[in-house]
């Protein structure tokens, strides 16, 4: 058996890559033409990938408090501006031609705030097969709209898309794991594709499935037999690149959530989480 972890999928282009890969099975789920439980068919989940789900958000009011101290989002720096003088250290040569008679340059040191980590979320995408288009539909809006509000207040964020659970294997389980990235930071930002792939049913039924059947046949095969896994899809800090440090992991979508069950209750618990994590405050 291969390893079940797979190897971090750094780019949106790289996830679809890997999804739209040919299977290396010829009966797994990603492709099945088979009632509409994943959301969506084969050929509207990649074009719902690549075009992005246009679903409008709804507008809220909140504002981006200070990010914990431990964030690291913020941090003093000191930085080496120019002043002019008539007195100073070097000549401002286009100055003094020009005859200016504050011609003369010092670097004098100020301490500016600037950002420094990027905010990174990790999606679950994980969940049972029995939830509802509606429930992983408001949730998934729920964490677009407030991401949405994080970005549009001018903060660097990077946002994940991680699939993991335990899988059954002869004689044994194991977990299983990967994730890609969704939205990089500094990236222009796709609304769209970041509603895709929180909110849209296809995004695990259909595109995640599509990575695991194009693995290597022995865990194709085994993932298949076992229903892609089971609970608890718990993504970890740990599934992600090393370099990226303290994540905000948010919990796999269950079948016990009542808080998805219409958009605004789904926005006012979403909101409250982030609350709790400080990134916003009414």
Known sequence: MHPLKLPHLLSWREFLDAATAPPSIDYGESRST?????GASWEEAV???IDGWPLALEEIDVTVSELRESAGLSHSVTLLEPTWDVTGSEVDVGAYLAGVPECMVDAVPRQVSRRGKVITFLVPA??????????IINRGLALATLCAAIIDAGHSVEIWSGFAGIVQLPGT???YCGVTRVIAAGEPFDVGR??????HPAMLRRLWFGVWNAQPEA???????D??????????ATDLPAEI?????FPYLTEEDRQWDDLPTALSWGRQMFNELGLIQD
């Not at 088979?34 to 994943?38: M, T």
């Not at 970041?194 to 909110?199: D, E, G, P, Q, V």
């Not at 440090?245 to 992991?249: A, D, N, Q, S």
């Open 219 to 225: 865990v194709a095969a085994a993932m298949e037999a």
């Open 34 to 38: 088979l009632g509409d439980w994943h």
């Open 47 to 49: 074009q719902l990938a």
């Open 126 to 135: 994980g969940y049972s097969h029995r939830i509802e288009h509606k429930v």
């Open 173 to 175: 389980e194991q977990r």
């Open 227 to 236: 229903n892609y896994g089971h609970p608890p899809y718990t993504c970890e």
């Open 194 to 199: 970041l509603i895709f792939a929180a909110a």
């Open 245 to 249: 440090t303290e994540p905000y992991v």
